[in-house]
C-alpha cells in the first residue's frame, strides 16, 4: 500500500522529464501502468484482516466505491486541468499530489491485531 503511491509519484517525475522517443515513452508508460496496479492487491486484501466474514462484504463494497470515485473523477479533473492550461505536465503534477496524498493516508492505517 506504500510503494504503489510512492513507485506512481516517481513515474509522474520521470514522465514530466521523458524525452521525444516513442520507444521510452512506451517503456515508462508500460512501467507507469505496472506499478499502479501491483498497489491494488493490497487494498483489497487489507480487509480481510480487520474484518468478519459478515463484515467483510461491506467493508470492501467501501474500498470498491472509493477506488471507482477516484477512477471516475480523475480523468474529468485531469482533463479539466489539460484544457485550462494546455500541458501534460500540470495533470502529472495533479497525480502525482493525489499518489501523495494516498501514501500518506496509507501512513496512518494501523496493523490488524491478530489473536
Known sequence: MLFGPL?????????IHAPNDAATLAI???LTGGFLNMAWPMYFAYPMGI??????P?????V?????MGG???PMIGGHLLD?????????????????LSF????????PIQS
Open 104 to 111: 500518506l493516508m496509507a501512513l496512518t492505517i494501523e496493523e
Open 84 to 100: 485550462v492550461y494546455q500541458s501534460f505536465n500540470v495533470v502529472f503534477i495533479f497525480l502525482g499530489v493525489c499518489a501523495f
Open 7 to 15: 513507485s506512481l509519484l516517481v513515474m509522474m517525475y520521470i514522465l
Open 72 to 74: 471516475f473523477f480523475s
Open 58 to 62: 461491506t467493508a470492501i463494497s467501501i
Open 28 to 30: 515508462i508508460l508500460f
Open 51 to 56: 474484518t468478519t466474514g459478515k463484515t467483510y
Open 64 to 68: 470498491t466505491s472509493v477506488g471507482n
